[in-house]
């Protein structure tokens, strides 16, 4: 895979999230759905397309338009990634202390029981990182309509 910027990477699976235009998937007969002037990725469950190791997740896969749909949509991309990739280990989600084993059930796989110190620091740390997104004003400039942007020569 080339990147417009040149950059060449290789990969066994890969997902497309570049908004509805789907053309430049055109090439590996990916499954662009026409309509109207925009360009879709026909989708199967997990956003699996008809190429193996490749998917699509959110406008471009003809999921609708709230951010929090695509996002979602991104996520259950992510699950079938690693679920295709055959990996039997992965960090799926943490708990409370005792939350499993107070009960005498076993730790499920990809599980972990947080106790109140390692809590707290996954609190802090989870702050800092959100901090970090929307703590400052963005700058860029918002997405315009294409016609519209256009029109402002831009
Ligand atoms: C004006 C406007 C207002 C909106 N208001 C709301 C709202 O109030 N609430 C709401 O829920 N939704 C709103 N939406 C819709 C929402 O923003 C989108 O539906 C959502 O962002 C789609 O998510 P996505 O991940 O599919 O695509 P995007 O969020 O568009 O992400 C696609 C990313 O791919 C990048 N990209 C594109 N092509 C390439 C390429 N060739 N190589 C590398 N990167 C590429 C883009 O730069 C972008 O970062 C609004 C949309 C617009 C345009």
Redesign the pocket.
């Known amino acids: 895979m080339t ?2 910027g040149g950059e060449e990477y290789a990969a066994d699976r890969v997902v497309a ?5 789907a053309s ?1 998937l055109r090439d590996i007969d990916v499954g662009v759905i026409d309509r109207e002037s925009k360009a879709f990725v026909h989708v199967e469950e997990g956003g699996r397309t008809d190429v193996d190791g490749v998917y699509a ?5 003809d ?9 979602g ?2 996520a259950k991309a992510g699950l079938a990634v690693v679920h295709d990739s055959g990996a039997n280990y992965y960090r799926d989600w943490v708990t409370p202390d005792g939350y499993f084993t107070e009960r005498g059930i076993d730790l499920p796989p990809a599980t972990e029981e947080l106790n109140e110190e390692k809590r707290r620091a996954c609190d802090e740390e989870s702050r800092e990182v959100i901090r970090e997104y929307v703590g400052e004003p963005l700058d860029e400039k ?4 294409p016609s519209l942007a256009d029109e402002d020569g831009e």
């Open positions: 990147t417009d999230a570049s908004w509805k235009d430049y997740a959110g406008r471009i896969a999921e609708p338009h709230q951010t929090v749909v695509c996002a949509h991104g918002p997405t315009m309509h």
